[in-house]
């Protein structure tokens, strides 16, 4: 059996070449505050690659998306072992667009503390009055460059997404940025709507796009995950305040508590984590994680 190394390691995810195509693994690593904690979340990352797989199935008539396979039997042999059944994933190569998409359906966040400054976030001018969490009366696009690892992104403003892709693809800027806005705009109606129908409101999201070998936009990386989507409780929604969420937020607020910890969560803020996980995954799909 041929032994493979990732080509790209993050904080959660590894990213293996597999010749024409490439396997996503969404390990069980756990990062908070930009650190990656020493504990491991046991199912964290099939919670992540199944969850993508749902969403992915599910909007691929308003853009086709990078998934191929999620079953490790597509994959090469050095794949077909428990560690990796579950939360792999086999993706079409595309050529990354350098724009993270983001989505707000509602205010919490930087764009709270942003509208609570300027009545501003990410440059749109939103209604007086709005109060941390309120919906707004329309999703907004707010795209921000994609920083190196390492670097902050930086939120830029649609006229400027235009100029940013430009720089990268002469001619095809003003395209792209109206193709990545309707797609991130129609993809968040679609799935915020669904998932409010389940009990669970999208507050907002981010996506991510890419070229095909034929210059078609596809939907890549992940798709409305809790590391990539705040998802909140449609039970007890009162805007005025935080919500509480189906992602880390108990192990971020444990490690805020206890600064000296070095980083090491109790296993019982192991277990609550992936317990609202496991808990968002069923009230979304339905199902329980296989």
């Given at each position: 059996?041929?032994?493979?190394?990732?080509?790209?390691?993050?904080?959660?995810?590894?990213?293996?070449?597999?010749?024409?195509?490439?396997?996503?693994?969404?390990?069980?690593?756990?990062?908070?505050?930009?650190?990656?904690?020493?504990?491991?979340?046991?199912?964290?990352g099939?919670?992540?690659?199944?969850?993508?797989?749902?969403?992915?199935?599910?909007?691929?008539?308003?853009?086709?998306?990078h998934m191929?396979?999620?079953?490790?039997?597509?994959?090469?042999?050095?794949?077909?072992?428990?560690?990796?059944?579950?939360?792999?994933?086999?993706?079409?190569?595309?050529?990354?667009?350098?724009?993270?998409?983001?989505?707000?359906?509602?205010?919490?966040?930087?764009?709270?503390?942003?509208?609570?400054?300027?009545?501003?976030?990410?440059?749109?001018?939103?209604?007086?009055?709005?109060?941390?969490?309120?919906?707004?009366?329309?999703?907004i696009?707010?795209?921000?460059?994609?920083?190196?690892?390492?670097?902050?992104?930086?939120?830029?403003?649609?006229?400027?997404?235009?100029?940013?892709?430009?720089?990268?693809?002469?001619?095809?800027?003003?395209?792209?940025?109206?193709k990545?806005?309707?797609?991130?705009?129609?993809?968040?109606?679609?799935?915020?709507?669904?998932?409010?129908?389940?009990?669970?409101?999208?507050?907002?999201?981010?996506?991510?796009?890419?070229?095909?070998?034929n210059?078609?936009?596809?939907?890549?990386?992940?798709?409305?995950?809790?590391?990539?989507?705040?998802?909140?409780?449609?039970?007890?929604?009162?805007?005025?305040?935080?919500?509480?969420?189906?992602?880390?937020?108990?192990?971020?607020?444990?490690?805020?508590?206890?600064?000296?910890?070095?980083?090491?969560?109790?296993?019982?803020?192991?277990?609550?984590?992936?317990?609202?996980?496991?808990?968002?995954?069923?009230?979304?799909?339905?199902?329980?994680?296989?």
């Amino acid at each position: 059996m041929q032994e493979m190394k990732p080509i790209k390691e993050g904080k959660v995810r590894e990213i293996y070449d597999n010749g024409d195509s490439l396997i996503m693994v969404a390990t069980d690593r756990i990062s908070c505050f930009d650190e990656i904690l020493n504990n491991q979340v046991t199912k964290k990352g099939t919670v992540l690659t199944q969850m993508s797989k749902f969403w992915f199935d599910m909007t691929k008539d308003i853009v086709p998306n990078h998934m191929i396979s999620v079953d490790v039997k597509d994959m090469p042999e050095f794949f077909q072992r428990p560690e990796f059944d579950g939360n792999s994933m086999l993706c079409r190569k595309l050529n990354m667009l350098p724009i993270e998409c983001i989505v707000r359906g509602y205010i919490t966040g930087s764009g709270w503390a942003s509208y609570q400054k300027t009545g501003l976030v990410c440059g749109i001018r939103l209604p007086e009055g709005l109060k941390e969490s309120d919906r707004l009366p329309e999703p907004i696009y707010t795209p921000s460059t994609k920083a190196e690892q390492g670097e902050h992104d930086e939120n830029i403003s649609y006229e400027q997404s235009i100029a940013h892709l430009e720089k990268f693809f002469p001619g095809k800027g003003e395209e792209y940025a109206q193709k990545l806005r309707d797609y991130t705009l129609a993809l968040y109606k679609k799935c915020a709507e669904y998932a409010l129908s389940r009990g669970i409101i999208i507050a907002d999201t981010k996506f991510e796009f890419g070229l095909d070998e034929n210059g078609v936009i596809v939907l890549g990386d992940e798709m409305l995950t809790p590391d990539s989507s705040r998802f909140w409780p449609a039970e007890g929604y009162e805007p005025g305040h935080g919500q509480p969420s189906f992602d880390k937020q108990i192990a971020r607020d444990w490690l805020k508590a206890n600064p000296d910890s070095n980083w090491t969560l109790p296993q019982e803020i192991v277990d609550k984590t992936i317990a609202k996980y496991l808990e968002g995954y069923e009230m979304l799909t339905g199902e329980k994680l296989a």
